[in-house]
């Protein structure tokens, strides 16, 4: 008999533990197995982390450990699901992170291999099926069925639905004559891109790949300005890592970027790389995962969760635009893709690339102390210009126009220059919809989320009211609900909006917009960069999502049209954030023979962020902020780590996290603050409030145990959730 430990699949800390159940069956269970297990009244799925063989009965059992032991079901795998590299790494983000082992297993499998029930309604395994010959004896066969046999003679197996008749292949198949195979297929279709010899590099690019093959670090900072020619560097790096043997792993921050990575390593490496990102189907990412998993193929491209693929033998990761927010996921496991590919680096001794024009203060603090190797790229391909800017200030009437109470005269002037001359422009305003917020004229009142604490957004294009936190949807209003005037004013603008100036100021104009609205829409985003890419459209609106990475040669003209949005926001991290995206945005203008430039629309000229991304220099905006980090104590100064209360209940959870606060307050750890409790940015969200208590830290040996019990004191309590974010990014 067995003894199994298994985690239930539910993400709550509450549950974060292991299960004992016995297994009289004869399939084979081990660790990372799934099983169908009885649990409170209903089947879950358990993942195995321990068997136990044991020569004792039921009842024997029961009486050791003084707990009634119900039966495992049902036994899913024939195979434990991860590898011992990958499920070695599970149980170190575990606890780096404090998350539940369970839900970093959730985020590392694809659909179907979770552990979930769910995940049996997920995708199958797609076959193929072919036509073998078995026997070639045409004695006293049709001429119709010597056909069919003479034919899988002379060219092999042919695919079973590209032969019409199946009355002669069932009557061939009776006869022993032929068989069907199944063959695995994959349901991705990639496109086939035309075999590209690498390019001449530079000298600047040889020394950068030198040097990065050169360093004994894990991990180097390959900081080169927009447009220095970094994925050169990248596509180098790869072919001699897989010279050497071994595999490579690229990572992109967003979809946005992903297809046109995916194109340059097919090119270069003979349409052989497998691709993993959100935008793909269930179906289609299963069948990639798989496909690495055999080894059938040694390059990975994708997104975030991509660092998480099966690929062994792994010689080189590679982040680009390491700066990004979205390689950190903003839901538990809160890991961050970095941080995951140095664990995967370290296991393998593999080197670990990051490259971007605004490295985050952290990597480059890093890059500083020399924890990280450092290479700078200093200079544009050909030494092409960066592109001149301007930063206009709206405070100023002579700035402004009648004609236009979005656009200042300069912008005007500069986008009727690049429509006359054929060229094309970027427009980026980083907030989604078309107003802002809308209030009652009469009564005040404002249009806010029915369960969160934040505005709804004005939707023009389905004339709808949209939360932009949890996904909360009315319809637009006509009259005030509270006091039924009419006059509703909208605040605020959009991309949606500003599509509409353009088409008002410039109607011959071609303008598409991008923005994670747009993204709905499978494939939505990857066509628009396309479009964009291949001149049928002159305008590009959108949100961040247009401001990094990407190449258009013809883009010579970059309007920020409100460099404001997102300064404010209260995070220690919001003028990093806003330096990134302006210098990044800046940075997709005049990058190939046309000179380019930018204009910065803003209320605050003056603001260091906005001057020194406008001058692109990463070099004194570093210096600056990390004054401000320093007197303020945040990262990279000192550790930070966000523990999370919530409940239905909001008495309860204050009372808690003053409880919890005062705890960890009491144990004076050194080198350790705690801050709060504090309310979060968005306070109630789908119903359940949140409140926060930071911990600020010099080094975890101490605190994160302690954290660690903070937790485990909760198991059994479901009223009350806690959370831990280590690193967190928005609070
Ligand atoms: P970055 O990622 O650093 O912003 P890219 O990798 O997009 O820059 O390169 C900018 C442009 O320079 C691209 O159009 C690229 O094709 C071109 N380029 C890069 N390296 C070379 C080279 N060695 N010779 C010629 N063109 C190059
Ligand atoms: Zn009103
Ligand atoms: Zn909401």
Known sequence: MKLVEVLIERKAESLNRPFSYIYLGSKEVGEGFRVIIPFAHSKVMGYV?????????????????????????????????????????????????????????????????????????????????????????EEGLTPKQIELIRRLKNNGPILKKDYKSPSIINKLL?????????????????????????????????????????????????????GSGKTEVYLKLSELTLKEGKNVLMLVPEISLTPVMVEYFQRRFNNKVAILHSDLTPAEKYDEYRRISKGETRVVVGA???????????????????????????????YHAKDVAIFRAE?????????????????????????????????????????????????RAYNLTRDSFIFSKRLIDELSGVLSRKEQAILLINRRGFSGYITCRSCGHMFMCPNCDIALTYHKEDNLLKCHHCGHVELSPEVCPNCGSKYLSHSGFGTE?????????????????????????????????AKFSNNEADILVGTQMIAKGHDFPNV???????????????????????????????????????????????????????????????????????????????????????????????????????????????QKFDGVTILGPVSPFIAKENNTYRRLILIKYKNDDKIKPYLRTILDSFKNKSQINVKVNVDPYSL
């Open 347 to 395: 296991h393998f001794r593999a080197k670990v690339v990051l490259g971007s024009a605004t490295p985050s203060l952290e990597s480059m603090a890093r890059a500083q102390k020399g924890v990280y190797h450092y290479v700078r790229l200093s200079k544009r391909i050909n030494n092409q210009e960066l592109p001149r800017t301007s930063i206009i200030d709206l405070g």
């Open 556 to 666: 010579t003209l970059v309007g920020v049209v409100l460099a404001d949005i997102g300064l404010s926001l209260p995070s220690f991290r919001s003028t990093e954030r806003a330096f990134e995206l302006i210098t990044q945005a800046v940075g997709r203008s005049g990058r190939s023979n046309k000179e380019g430039i930018a204009i910065i629309q803003t209320y605050n000229p003056t603001h260091y962020a906005i001057s020194l991304a406008a001058k692109q220099d990463y070099e004194s905006f570093y210096k600056k902020e990390m004054q401000v980090r320093k007197i303020s104590q945040y990262p990279p100064y000192t550790y930070l780590a966000s523990l999370e209360i919530s409940g239905q209940n909001e008495e309860n959870v204050i009372e808690m996290v003053h409880r919890i606060a005062s705890k960890l307050m009491e």
């Open 304 to 334: 975030r969760s991509a660092i998480f693929a099966p690929l062994d033998n792994i010689g080189l990761i590679i982040l680009d635009e390491e700066h990004v927010e979205s390689y950190k996921q903003d839901s538990s496991p809160y």
């Open 174 to 226: 009776s006869l022993n004559k032929i068989e069907i195979v199944k063959v695995e297929k994959s349901r991705l279709e990639i496109p086939e891109y035309k075999k590209e010899k690498s390019k001449v590099l530079t000298s600047d690019q040889l020394e950068a790949v030198k040097s990065i093959i050169d360093t004994d670090k894990t991990v180097t900072l390959l900081h080169g300005v927009t």
């Open 497 to 529: 909006r500003i599509v509409k100036e353009i088409n008002k100021l410039f109607p011959e104009a071609r303008v598409l917009r991008l923005d994670s609205d747009v993204g709905e829409v499978r494939n939505n985003i990857a066509k628009t960069i």
């Open 49 to 137: 982390i321990n068997v136990i063989d044991t020569n004792k009965s039921h009842e024997e059992i029961e009486k050791e450990t003084g707990f009634k032991l119900s039966e495992v079901i049902d036994v899913v795998d024939e195979k434990p699901l991860l590898n011992d590299e990958l499920m070695k790494l599970a149980k170190r983000m575990s606890e780096y992170y404090l998350s539940p082992l369970i839900s970093v297993l959730q985020s590392m499998l694809p659909t179907s291999l979770k552990p979930s029930l769910s995940a049996l309604k997920g995708p199958k395994i797609a076959y193929d099926s072919y036509l073998r010959l078995l026997d070639d004896n």
